[in-house]
Nanobody
Framework: QVQLVESGGGLVQPGGSLRLSCAAS????????MSWYRQAPGKERELVAS????????TYADSVKGRFSISRDNAKKTLYLQMNSLKPEDTAVYHC?????WGQGTQVIVSS
């Protein structure tokens, strides 16, 4: 069974940092690119970052470029999103994605 379980969200002050994790199971994690998406109330789901299967190439939304970093540990079958210099507009539910599969999401609240 394919499972994607996000964790690491929470409440943080503007300028702070959080590290999100996505534990994957049920498929050959190391063979696939992975992505992080987020969705805030009243807004469309936004692609935040993507990473190739070997971690050799990453892409970022303009809104997070320079602040967020996507990475992966294939041995641990875990995807990460390091979020620095957080802004209130980063508040959203963050999901990891593999094809059409989505995790349950983890809530990030950036509050002043």
């Amino acid at each position: 069974q394919v499972q994607l379980v996000e964790s690491g969200g929470g409440l943080v002050q503007p300028g702070g940092s959080l590290r999100l994790s996505c534990a994957a199971s049920g498929f050959a994690f190391s063979m696939y690119a992975m992505s992080w998406y987020r969705q805030a109330p009243g807004k469309e789901r936004e692609l935040v970052a993507s990473i190739t299967n070997d971690g050799g190439s990453t892409t970022y939304a303009d809104s997070v470029k320079g602040r967020f970093s996507i990475s992966r540990d294939n041995a641990k079958k875990t995807l990460y999103l390091q979020m620095n210099s957080l802004k209130p507009e980063d508040t959203a539910v963050y999901h990891c994605q593999w094809y059409s599969r989505w995790g349950q999401g983890t809530q990030v609240i950036v509050s002043s």
